[in-house]
Each structure stands twice: as C-alpha cells, then as structure tokens.
C-alpha cells in the first residue's frame, strides 16, 4: 500500500502518456493497433453501455463495432491541452451515438406504425372479419415489432427502470450509468408502468 501510494502520481502520468501516444498514433496515422488498444482500455465502459442499451439486431460483436468507430472520431476531435480527460470525451461520444441509433430506430418503427391497418380501416375497405383471421398469424419479427412500438416512448431513465422490472439490470448499475439517485429512479418507474398501462390498455 505504501508503495501505491508513493508512486501512484507516476503511474498516473505514465498512463497519461501512453494514453496520449495511442491516441497521437490513432489520430495521425490510422494506427489499428493502437486502437485497438484503446477500445480495450475503455471495454469495461463500453460493455456497461451494452447492458444499459437496447438496439434492435445488434448483438456484441455490432456493439464493439460501433465502438471502434466513435473511438477513432473521438481521437480525431480531442484536445487535452485545456485539461480535458480522453474517457470522458469518449464516453459522452459513444452515450450519445448510441442514443441516436436508438432515435433513428424509433423513428422507423413509427413511421411502420402509422402505415398500420386498424380494424376501423378493415371494416371500411370491405374486409370480412373472417377474411382477417384467414391471414398468417403474426411472425416472431412481427411480435418484436410491436415490443418495440410497446417501448418507444420510453425515456433512457424509463427504458432502464422497464429492464430493472425485467431483472436486466439492477438499481446499482442504473445508479451508476445514469448518475441518478433513488426517488429519481422511483419516478422514472412510475412514468414507464404509467406509459406502458396505457400502451397496453389500447391493444
């Protein structure tokens, strides 16, 4: 312990250093090796975002890819002459372009649900009701579809208090992800079982 203590401010600035050279050689020579490094210097906070997020077809491997690609555009953009730390850059970049593949996703799915056919536009083509239940029963894409449609008004918040119902995530890690505290995280869960009994009460 007194050894750490004693030489943790040169560890420290060591990393920094070496930190800096990935992201030198990242930024100034495309170098693969180094950025792999660095996304495997920061997996830990990337695998959390994994468990904190939902995107529709993607599994790890389209996780860790995604990754790559936030991390190389941040070596691009960072500036740590004002004091600013390279982890925080990243992981406000790769929480925000998860959020906006997420958005983007949403937007499909309404877009898909606004070309629905409700059972008011049935009766008024002509349709028999009969001619309706003579259709395929609805497919597994079809019925993450309309899970998808069930939970696209949910917020960050609401959606990670829905996968604490589903035992996805625990308290602790929406804690921590989100930075939020305990009434705030009861508020998130009473707004998403309000959205969702209301969601639920018009299928």
Do not use: T
């Given at each position: 312990m007194y050894f750490y203590r004693k030489y943790a401010p040169y560890i420290l600035a060591m990393n920094?250093?070496?930190?800096?050279?990935?992201?030198t050689?990242?930024?100034?020579?495309?170098?693969?090796?180094?950025?792999?490094?660095?996304?495997?210097?920061?997996q830990?906070?990337?695998?959390?975002?994994?468990?904190?997020?939902?995107?529709?077809?993607?599994?790890r491997n389209d996780w860790y890819q995604e990754s790559y690609i936030v991390c190389y555009e941040t070596c691009q953009r960072f500036d740590?002459?004002?004091g600013s730390r390279?982890?925080?850059?990243f992981k406000m970049r790769f929480n925000n372009h998860i959020i906006s593949l997420i958005r983007a996703q949403?937007?499909?799915?309404?877009?898909?649900?606004?070309g629905a056919c409700s059972y008011e536009d049935l009766v008024a083509s002509g349709d028999s009701v009969l001619d309706f239940f003579k259709r395929p029963a609805p497919s597994v894409v079809d019925l993450v579809t309309h899970f998808e449609i069930l939970?696209?008004?949910?917020?960050?918040?609401?959606?990670?208090?829905?996968r604490i119902i589903l035992g996805d995530l625990t308290d602790e890690e929406v804690y921590q992800i989100h930075g939020c505290?305990?009434?705030?995280l009861m508020r998130a869960s009473s707004r998403c079982k309000a959205k969702l009994r209301k969601k639920l009460s018009k299928v």
């Open positions: 920094i250093r070496i930190e800096h050279d990935l992201i050689r990242v930024r100034d020579y495309n170098d693969s090796d180094a950025l792999q490094q660095l996304v495997r210097k920061y830990p906070m990337v695998d959390r975002m994994f468990k904190m997020y939902w995107l529709n077809g993607y599994d740590g002459s004002h390279f982890a925080n850059f949403r937007a499909v799915k309404r877009q898909a649900n606004n939970i696209e008004d949910l917020s960050d918040l609401e959606l990670a208090a829905f505290d305990e009434q705030q």
